[in-house]
């Protein structure tokens, strides 16, 4: 069965704050595809990246990194120096053939950044 | 760089009153995906069309029915309208069907029924 956990409901951090955001799937494909969107208070869903199963590198952009581990099925985004702009809900997902390549999506997790 | 286009952005209907929503792909994408989400929910995925013809089907209630046209734009109807059809409503596109391709979402439309 294809599941996405995400076990942070809510999070609040202090501005300049480092934070990760949780993501936990199950799959019994081999072949997967992982993928973080975030939705800010405005409501539209904002694609942030893709990271196929075969490629366990991790990546960087500006602020915002992630780290995926295949031995622990887990693809975690961390925010470094936080800004009240990263204020959002973000959403951890998977596709899969067992999805039907349907995006299968993660609870979500609401992040405050305080100022 | 051009992103998907939804119309309207907000809409009001009352009960059992039809509504129609409308989604323009980015350029050159080909894959249209329609989700549904409920307040402090994921969105779940309602249908899908590639080049056309409907592609994959979710959990898009009878009364909904959707189609994408040769200019590759979407529209998904809704009849009879239920107070739990208010939600935010997306349309996504993709260069491909495939699952590789990421899903670019629009602004959506929130829908309210009264």
């Known amino acids: 069965a294809q599941k996405v956990t995400q076990a942070q409901t809510e999070i609040s951090v202090v501005e300049k704050e480092d934070v990760t955001l949780d993501c936990v799937y199950e799959t019994r494909d081999t072949t997967y595809y992982l993928f973080w969107y975030k939705q800010p208070p405005s409501g539209e869903l904002v694609f942030l990246i893709r990271?196929?199963?075969?490629d366990e590198q991790n990546e960087i952009s500006g602020r915002y990194s992630w780290n995926f581990q295949k031995s622990t099925s887990s693809f975690n985004f961390t925010i470094t120096a936080s800004q009240v702009v990263d204020s959002a809900v973000y959403f951890c997902a998977l596709k899969s053939v067992d999805s039907n390549y349907q995006l299968i999506w993660g609870a979500g997790t609401k992040l405050i950044i305080k100022p | 760089a051009a992103g998907v286009i939804q119309s309207p952005r907000h809409l009001i209907k009352e009960k059992r009153e039809t509504a129609t929503l409308k989604c323009y792909p980015i350029?050159?994408?080909?894959?249209v995906y329609w989700y549904q989400q409920g307040p402090g929910q994921d969105p779940q995925f309602l249908i899908s069309?590639?080049?056309?013809?409907?592609?994959d089907k979710g959990s898009i209630p009878d009364r909904f029915s959707a189609q994408q046209f040769s200019d590759y734009h979407s529209e998904l109807n809704m009849s009879s309208l239920e107070l739990g059809d208010s939600a935010l409503y997306f349309c996504a596109s993709s260069q491909k069907s495939g699952p590789a391709y990421e899903q670019y979402f629009g602004p959506g439309t929130r829908l309210t029924v009264t």
């Open positions: 350029p050159r994408h080909d894959t």
């Open positions: 990271r196929n199963s075969f």
């Open positions: 069309f590639y080049e056309k013809m409907q592609s």
